[in-house]
């Protein structure tokens, strides 16, 4: 079915978005939620599993500290009030990846309750209210094989691997967020990219996307101005930051194009499709009594003592807002140049390539200038564009020491990202070192001067100003690659000037 799409523009002009997000986080702790077993991620399928995790008869969990530590901490640095008893509940549903037909989780008595995350979208400051923070375990995984799509429709078999079965998951869920109008993707991006900063600098969880370690459902609904919010869809697993964005305005899109044909919204989970940055859908959505949720009757209550909690806030580290402001203050940028900085997702990346000693302005050129450039081109976030801060910062070091000009080390970068190598050895195989031994210069500069007997004349007459069209001849010759003060000063002595 093809449906012509409405302007997102008039959409924004006539229907309000309301949207919400649901973040699951795998927690980088050794061992898995409920049982000894080992957390890494990869290794050959069922070999990181055990009674526990695979639901035997007769098997009992045990909760992992390490894990509802974390998770607490989370809440705090979420500014969310910590409960001070809560239990774990069972949630029932059958699901092939799920060895115990049911998922421990936490249902009416979360871990962490109330709390926000204030982001900033184009300067402005918007406050997302964090409704909840709880602890449970993830599945497994289905591989669903024979298909062309890799899923389950036109797969001839389906494999299960129980390596993830158990390892701890912190769902984040915030309030519904209305009054955003046409910025509901960018919020929505701002908001993970923030969450994910935060949970980075807790130590938490790698969160990387890519691997599943961090993963959003994105809740998105519309509505007419004065009526009540609409019925609202839920996207699930959308695992980049640029596809949050994406499926906020696509599915503001499809879902402004069915209200205007007359029609109503589905509520229902969806697939957000990365090739063509539309969403299908998938099931129509349970509600919470379908999963008959119930205390697990294995489990001791938690009761985290509140002494404990002041501990782990008091030692809660540098949060990312405040750490940002510190570098934009140490690097001496203007609230704007901080703003291009942090919309590019450049503030790791230029504080790791200073820390790696290059000048914060140098890195910031890198960055801002070349790398994100390449990154828009490619479509893909600045971080994975193929070059790392080291060797940003060594390729500024080779600049610095004379050996690279700028337009030599912009061809020594596009190596680098091309996967050539590090940057002095691109340098050296491919010949691209500045020529400044004037032995080596001599030759093309006075082969530049022959060429042009008229400038080379005013040059000895006293208008050394005119030494600039030589010193383009000369680079022309060497294909850039001379260095141009030591080729101007060859030039004036040449000509006696
Ligand atoms: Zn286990």
Same mark, same amino acid.
């Given at each position: ?13 006539? /229907? ?76 029932? /549903?059958? /699901? ?17 309750? =109330? ?70 993707? +960018?919020?929505?991006?701002? /908001? ?11 130590? #938490? ?18 509505? !007419?101005?004065? #009526? ?21 305005? %696509? ?46 009757? =294995? ?12 501990? !782990?806030?008091?030692?809660?580290? +540098? ?16 609230? !704007? ?21 290059? %000048? ?23 971080? =994975? ?12 070091? !080779? ?36 020529? %400044? =031994? ?60």
């Amino acid at each position: 079915m093809t449906t012509t799409l409405p302007a997102y523009d008039e959409v924004v002009a006539r /229907y309000e978005p309301v949207i919400g997000l649901e973040t699951h986080v795998e927690l980088g702790t050794n061992t898995k939620m409920f049982c000894g077993c080992p957390t890494d991620f990869g290794g050959e399928p069922n070999t990181r599993v055990c009674p526990v995790c695979l639901g035997l008869p007769g098997s009992l969990p045990v909760a992992n500290k390490a894990a509802i530590e974390a998770t607490i901490r989370i809440g705090l640095a979420l500014n969310c009030s910590i409960a001070e008893w809560c239990r774990f509940a069972r949630k029932n /549903y059958f /699901y092939p990846d799920m060895p115990k037909n049911f998922q421990i989780s936490q249902y009416d008595e979360p871990l962490c309750v =109330d709390g926000y995350l204030d982001v900033e979208v184009n300067g402005e400051m918007v406050r997302i209210g964090i409704e909840r923070v709880h602890l449970e375990e993830d599945t497994g995984k289905t591989l669903h094989v024979g298909g062309a799509t890799g899923r389950i429709h036109g797969a001839t078999e389906s494999l299960v691997d129980y390596n993830r079965a158990g390892i701890p998951l912190v769902e984040i869920v915030t309030k519904p967020i209305p009054g955003i109008g046409a910025l509901a993707p +960018e919020v929505a991006r701002a /908001y993970v990219t923030e969450l994910r900063d935060v949970l980075r600098s807790l130590g #938490v969880s790698d969160v990387r996307m890519e691997e599943g370690s961090l993963r959003c459902d994105v809740n998105t609904s519309l509505n !007419l101005p004065g #009526v009540e919010w609409g019925t609202r869809t839920e996207t699930k697993n959308v695992n980049s930051l640029r596809s949050v964005e994406r499926a906020v305005r %696509s599915e503001m899109l499809r879902q402004a194009a069915v209200l205007d044909a007359g029609g109503r919204i589905t509520q229902e989970t969806r697939h957000f499709h990365e090739d063509t940055g539309d969403t299908t859908p998938g099931r129509s959505k349970e509600t919470a009594t379908d999963y008959r949720y119930f205390p697990e009757p =294995d489990l001791v209550p938690l009761a985290p003592d509140p002494a404990w909690v002041a501990e !782990l806030k008091a030692a809660l580290p +540098e949060l990312p807002r405040l750490h940002r402001r510190r570098l934009q203050e140490a690097w001496g940028l203007s609230d !704007l140049d901080m703003q291009s900085v942090l919309n590019a997702g450049a503030v790791e990346l230029i504080e790791q390539t200073v820390a790696a000693g290059t %000048s914060p302005s140098a890195a910031r050129k890198w960055w801002l200038g070349e790398l994100s450039r390449r990154a828009n081109e490619t479509g893909v976030e600045l971080a =994975d564009v193929g070059a790392t801060p080291t060797q940003v910062a060594e390729l500024q070091g !080779l600049v610095d020491a004379g050996k690279l000009n700028d337009k030599l080390a912009r061809t020594v970068l596009e190596g680098v990202v091309a996967g050539e190598g590090s940057p002095t050895e691109i340098m050296t195989n491919r010949g691209l070192e500045v020529v %400044s =031994d004037t032995g080596a210069l001599a030759a093309a500069v006075d082969e530049a001067i022959a060429a042009n007997p008229e400038i080379a004349d005013k040059i000895r007459s006293g208008k050394v100003a005119a030494a600039g069209a030589l010193v383009g001849a000369v680079m022309k010759t060497t294909r850039g690659q001379a260095d141009a003060k030591t080729v101007r000063e060859l030039i004036l002595e040449r000509l006696g000037a």
